[in-house]
């Protein structure tokens, strides 16, 4: 079974510096959610999904964040070149979250 979300974030950097990772939060009702249906969690927490941003689809992870109490989703580098985008920038994000029965 899948679950998908479409929300749109704002991408931030994790910290001030230029070299660091760019994240984007997924919204409190979306991480509740994924919360809720996925029992069991890899390292760190992580929940593996498959992104898309723009034209450009990929198979990640997101995070949970005790910083945001909600799950953030690294943004990299050749994905932001793709679709010119960069940090304080909003997308839309279509997020899919495979859930084992």
Do not use: C, N
């Amino acid at each position: 079974m899948e679950i998908e979300f479409e929300f749109s974030a704002e991408l931030f950097l994790w910290s001030g510096d230029k070299a660091s990772w760019v994240f984007l939060e997924v919204p409190m009702d979306e991480s509740d959610q994924i919360k809720e249906m996925v029992p069991t969690k890899r390292g760190f927490g992580s929940v593996p999904v498959t992104v898309q941003i723009g034209d450009t689809a990929w198979k990640t992870s997101v995070f949970p964040s005790k910083e945001r109490d909600a799950y953030i989703l690294p943004v990299k580098k050749p994905v932001r070149m793709a679709e010119k985008v960069d940090e304080g920038d909003t997308v839309v994000v279509h997020l899919t979250v495979a859930i084992d029965d």
